[in-house]
Structures are given as structure tokens and as C-alpha cells.
């Protein structure tokens, strides 16, 4: 088994009990260094131990900010800025072949959304629905479009393929793919729809798909969108009792009810280590007191786990930003980060509690462990393994 390198600015998501995490960067001696797009990370969340898979086919290019998303173990990868410029490409691979093998996504049917990075995705019904990001578009798609669903930041002239862009901003448009027919769409969406926007979180909730932040706000906004009317509303709440405004932070559904915001860059410049829960009922913000108030993190990931914990993995603990004449840029940072953060969330089940208890005290019962049906005993071994080794990049 090997230790997952660190890295930020990645894609993870959880199936069964495994952790998978693909694409990323680090800093090696003070310069961004691509994390290759042939291979992807598993961690076995029982155990914690590591994995190194390879991949083959149609290896993606590195492509910072693309959106990586997981259907039924098949992991789909859009957009991003590749060595080309902006990117609306998209590529697949599914995970739960015995070897896995990238397919960039051809043939597709309808209109394909215009070049962006920095944008989220929610799955639904086998759909991947895109809101937001920033990218390129051609004039006369800025002249077509909504007026408020795309901001203008700065003319530019880019070519690629045989087409030429010359706008790069801000959207906040709504794009669909289905996944079963291959096919693209933009419904019409209605309602309080969110400034255009990205660095943006989101959550699925039922038939809910919900953002927050990304915008330079005093406060943490938070929108919801209505996957089968595409109709918008914008929450309220009390301003006294609300998270700091912020980006490149992580949103979970919880819940029926609970979405679990964490980290992020706050508008005050710093790297945030505070979580939040909001209740779409009661329409309110609730802070959370956890263990990893010293684990600030901005640019990681954040899943649901099968215990109902949020399992946050990698990203940076300390964002450093430059501004020169032009422009605020990131500066590469060597607080990337390999930890694996448990948030609990509910109570746990009478075997969770018995497994770490055993987990945490195997000599007691060393002897009698093997007695154990096979399932049962394989899943203790695990249990004894997370927490028998020494991890400091692995917290429960």
C-alpha cells in the first residue's frame, strides 16, 4: 500500500467505503506541479490505507479548475484550462472495471456550453447539471445570452479549434448533460437566480440542488434551484448568525434538511477552518464545534461517508495570494495537504461503536478475533490497521 501524494484542487468521491481521488496539483520546490492524469488514489476507509491505480485510453489533460463528477462508479470530468486555454471537453471512466480506461465523450447531441473552469455539478437522475464559472465566450454568444447570466471581465483573443473568443467572465448558466442519451441542454430557469459566479460550492438535496459563496460578500449567500421546474429562490436568513463570506470551500448534503459547509478563502483574506450547518427548513445557520480547528483547508474535497460522516480529503491549508499590476494570482504554496478529516454528524451504530472499540483495544481480543465469521473478522482487521498505525495525515 502507499501513502496518497498531497494535493489540492483535485476531484474525490466516495463509493462503498472507498475514498477515490483523482487530479490535482502540488508544489515542488516552489513551482505547481501536475499530479498525472493515468492514475487515481483509493483509500479504503475502513482500513485508511492507500492505493495507487493506473489508468489508460483517452487520458485527459491537465486541466486546472475542471469539475469532476460520479455517477454509479463512473466518474466524469468537464471543463477546466488546459495548456490550450479553457476547455469544454469532457472525458469518463468507469471505476468499477478491473481496468480503467479514460473515453473522452464524442458524438454528443445538442449544444455543448461554452469553455469555463471554476464551476460545480450536481447529479441527477443520471443527468450532470453545471451551473456557473468563468471562461471564454464569442461575441455573438455574449449578444445572445441572458443579459445578467454573463459578465464581461476582459476582451481577449483566443483562438481554438477554428473558432474565435473574445469575451472572458463570469456566468451563471444552467447546462445539462444526459448522461444515457449523450445529450446536452440549457433549460430556461426562472426566478431569484445567483449573480454569476464561481470558486462557488454546491449540494445535492433530493430533487434540490443548492450553491453558496463564490462572490465577494460581506455574509455566505445561499440559492436554490428546483431540478424539475428550474425555478430559483434565494434563501434569507438572520445576518448576525452567518458564516463569513468565502470561496473554495466545500458544501454536503447531510441530511433531508441539513447542508454541512466547511473551510474555504474568506473574504478577510484568511484560510478558514470553521464549519456550519444550515437548515433549509428553519432557513438558518448553526457553527459547528469539531476537532480540526487547527486543519484550516481551501481548494479540498468534501463527501458524504457511509457512517454519515463528511470526509474531507487534501486541499491547502494556507492560500497565498499575490497582486500585481494586472491581476490577483494564486501563489504556489507548500501547505498542499494529504489528511483525511472525519466529521461526524450523527450518532453512530451500535457496531460502529463495538468495531472502533475493538479497533482501538485488539489485545484485549487478540485471541479470540479469529472466532469471528469471515465478513466480520476482515472488517475488524481493518478497524485494527486504521487505528494500530500511526497516521498524522489520517484523523478520525
Known sequence: MDASPVRSSHTAFIHGNTLYAWGGYQVVAGQDVVLPSNEIWLCDLDSGMWERKEMTGDIPPHSPGFCGSNINNTLYVFGGCDPGGYSNQMFSVDMSKPCCSWRKVLNSTGKTPSPRNKHSCWVHKDRLIYF????????????????????????SWTTIGDTLFQCLGWNSEVNVFDTRTSTWSMPETRGSAPSPRGCHASALMGNKGFITGGVETAEL?????????????????QLSCSPLGRSMHTMTSTSDHTIFVYGGLGTDGNTLSDAWLFNTKRREWTKVTHQHKDKPRVCHTACLGSDGNVVVFGGTSKLCISVDSLAVLRTPSEHHCSDVLFFQMQPYSLCRLTEDFIGRNSELFSQKLSWLPSKLYNKIKKRVTFFSITKPDLTA
Open 132 to 155: 456557473g464559472g468563468y471562461g471564454c465566450k464569442t461575441m455573438s454568444e455574449v449578444q445572445n445570452a441572458f443579459p445578467s447570466s454573463f459578465i464581461v471581465e476582459e476582451m
Open 221 to 237: 449567500d445561499i440559492f436554490c434551484l428546483d431540478l424539475e421546474t428550474w425555478t430559483w429562490t434565494q434563501f434569507d436568513f
